[in-house]
């Protein structure tokens, strides 16, 4: 059911996931390293805002809507909507107040800082129509919700930007998150989940009590995303925050993206196995998923380390390529550290329904980074950011997986990842004896040849039984 359903949900992420992985070649060629830094420091402040602010309730939903039926769904959707659109208000009040006081926000003017909440609170928004659209498998719709955002936000941002710089790049940013949001919202009054009766049956004291201790998770994970970039940005000024984030979104873009596609369709089926048929089924499936997961993160990783010099060319502009061919490499380690704490060892929290347990590790990995990264940056610039990154996250999966233990039986395939690993290691050898010299010619056979060896080995080795689903018959169950 995993596996065909992620095949599923990857239609509907590569496309939308290939038009913003196109977005870094066109921004960083019309965007100066420092206005493309100062880009990826307003999406850094959104996300950490975000995170405190009002990511817990998407969080809580996400995990309290899969196995409740559709009309319970739409009343708890209702009022989770209802409370993030009026935290997105306090936001609004917060920031007028603060203007008023004359103070500024890192030097940002009056309207670029309500620039700022406008973001916010269309990512929120966003983000919380993608949860719904998850946790009911509408996969069409969260496809055509996913395509919208990503084509809008490249279409309108190339132009715009090209006018008037990073902030037009921004208004395309808003403009992606909201339209396609506003469709699917259209579509869920017209169903009924919107209406009075909805709000007042929805569950609001469920919500608020399950969720919120997922304020500081949220938040201390966003901080742990962004804390290097704004600590870059204020050591050594925006332009190396522009070199920072094209390398870190590079890989976002490709690797992380792709251990997302993973989650987005293992977690409510996680969810819901272990919430229907007990806690066995969920550790079955969380091993499942660990196995999914690593079979996407390894080759991807491979991709991306031996086909480097290929990628850079084609992917920034000529100022950045330096920066990234030399960051690239460590960035794509910190990336796996991440997908497996947030893809693997925290949805053990949900499952036991112990989010709070996620703190002190996101608490331990936030001080690391910062630490770490204060003294790093100052030594080793851009490259400190990266080493005080990982070692947070390496902090943070240490303590998670301690504490993780004592929650749930973690049962690692050990046999079925070691396949991976060995047919991850194949794929590398095959890519490593390519070279025609051009980029274009050089990553298109690269891949080509390393992604056939990868799937032979992978359908000759048979992890989790994955030659039976690949040529089963049947449709995706629902």
């Not at 039926?69 to 708890?76: E, Q, Y």
């Not at 509408?138 to 090209?162: D, M, N, P, Q, S």
């Not at 989010?355 to 590790?361: E, I």
């Not at 630490?371 to 303590?399: C, P």
Request: charged share 10%; hydrophobic share 55%; proline share 4%.
């Amino acid at each position: 059911m995993l596996a065909r359903s992620t095949i599923w949900y990857l239609g509907a992420h590569i496309v939308s996931g290939a038009v913003s992985f196109l977005s870094i070649a066109v921004f960083t060629r019309i965007l100066s390293p420092a206005d493309f830094g100062l880009y990826g420091i307003v999406l850094a402040i959104v996300g950490v805002t975000n995170g405190f602010a009002v990511e817990w309730l998407r969080r809580g939903y996400l995990r309290l809507a899969p196995a409740r039926c559709d009309g319970d769904r739409g009343s708890l959707f209702a009022v989770t909507l209802s409370l993030t659109l009026a935290l997105c208000g306090l936001i609004a009040l917060a920031a007028t107040v603060w203007n008023a006081t004359g103070l500024g926000l890192l030097g940002l003017s009056a309207p670029f800082v309500w620039l700022l909440i406008v973001l916010v609170a269309g990512r929120s928004v966003y983000d919380l129509v993608l949860a719904h659209l998850r946790a009911g498998f509408e996969v069409r719709w969260y496809g055509a919700t996913l395509l919208g955002r990503a084509v809008l936000a490249l279409l309108l941002g190339a132009g715009l930007g090209t006018q008037v710089g990073v902030t037009g790049v921004l208004i395309g940013l808003v403009a992606g998150w909201l339209l396609p949001s506003f469709v699917v919202l259209f579509k869920r009054v017209g169903n009924g989940c919107l209406r009075a009766n909805a709000l007042r049956k929805g569950g609001l004291a469920e919500i608020v009590q399950f969720s919120y201790p997922l304020i500081f998770v949220a938040g201390l994970e966003m901080s742990m995303q962004f804390s290097d970039r704004l600590l870059l940005s204020g050591l050594l000024g925006s332009e190396p925050a522009g070199f920072y984030t094209a390398v870190t979104d590079l890989v976002r873009n490709s690797l992380v993206f792709l251990m997302t596609v993973v989650s987005v369709a293992a977690f409510p089926i996680l969810m819901r196995r272990h919430d229907l048929e007990g806690s066995d089924a969920g550790a079955g499936q969380l091993a499942d998923n660990l196995v999914l997961l690593a079979g996407i993160a390894a080759p991807t990783a491979v991709a991306l380390l031996l086909a480097r010099h290929e990628i850079t060319p084609i992917m920034v502009a000529a100022e950045y390529r330096e920066a990234v061919l030399h960051a690239l490499p460590l960035v794509v380690l910190v990336g796996l550290i991440f997908g497996f704490k947030a893809f693997y060892l925290d949805h053990v929290f949900h499952l036991a329904k112990r989010p709070g347990g996620m703190v002190l590790p996101g608490l331990l990995g936030l001080t690391v980074n910062l630490v770490v990264g204060y003294f790093a940056i100052r030594e080793f610039g851009l490259l400190g950011a990266i080493y005080g990154s990982g070692l947070g996250y390496l902090a943070a999966m240490g303590m998670s997986w301690h504490r993780a233990r004592r929650l749930i039986c973690l049962r690692l395939p050990g046999l079925d990842l070691g396949k991976i690993l060995l047919a991850a290691g194949v794929m590398g050898l095959a890519m490593s004896i390519v070279d025609f010299g051009e980029p274009v010619p050089n990553l298109i056979v690269k891949v080509g040849v390393g992604g056939l060896a990868y799937a032979a080995l992978i359908l000759l080795f048979n992890p989790r039984s994955i030659r039976q689903t690949v040529f089963a018959t049947q449709p995706p169950e629902r």
